[in-house]
């Protein structure tokens, strides 16, 4: 009986832990923000017609990019004929991309919390070097190719069609996006 009691209080007590680790996480990483991307704008060697330029926004020590890195993988393979890929790591923070974004090529970019409030987040600039999406890589907790704004903006601009989403409010999984001083 002291037995049953003892297995019964442990995995109550596991579920207690697993439920309050899931209540941290959404209460920590999963909200709402809105991206402002109006003033945002490529270095001056890569403004200007060209090819499409994506650029990625992330924090190394962001659990959320984990959630997306697959499809920036699938993006880069899918696209790599139509867009030059770019790369912006929260200035101060230390890590590195895997190796399977290695396409992505290392930018700065002058940007502040008011522009960029979260991670991971990315700007699209057509082949006029008009910025045609700002905004996260998708709705939600988890970022695929089902459930993306990327590839749409990415089609529509391929075919040559006018995209105007600078600004973009969603429900996702975001760390904040403060840089060292």
């Known amino acids: 009986m002291i037995k049953k009691f003892l297995i019964a209080l442990v995995i109550l007590l596991w579920v207690g832990v697993l439920l309050s680790a899931l209540w941290w996480y959404n ?4 909200r709402t923000e809105f991206f402002a991307g109006q003033e945002l704008h490529l270095p001056q060697d890569i403004a200007g017609p060209g090819r499409i330029r994506l650029v990625h926004f992330w924090d190394p020590s962001c659990p959320c ?10 993006l880069t393979r899918d696209y790599a ?6 790369h912006m790591q929260m200035p101060g923070s230390n890590g590195h991309l895997p190796k399977t974004l290695n396409r992505l090529k290392p930018i ?6 008011d522009i960029l409030p979260a991670s991971p987040a990315v700007a699209i600039w057509d082949e006029f070097g008009q910025l045609a999406y700002f905004g996260p890589y998708s709705e939600g907790a988890i970022c695929n190719s089902s459930n993306s704004f990327v590839e749409p903006v990415l089609e529509a601009l391929k075919q040559g069609r006018s995209v105007l989403s600078g600004s973009n409010l969603a429900a996702g999984c975001f760390c904040t996006w403060q840089p060292s001083p």
């Open 65 to 74: 990019n984990l959630g997306n890195q697959q499809h920036l993988g699938e």
């Open 81 to 86: 004929d139509s867009v030059d890929f770019y």
């Open 108 to 113: 700065k970019i002058h940007v502040n919390t």
């Open 27 to 30: 209460t920590t990483y999963i």
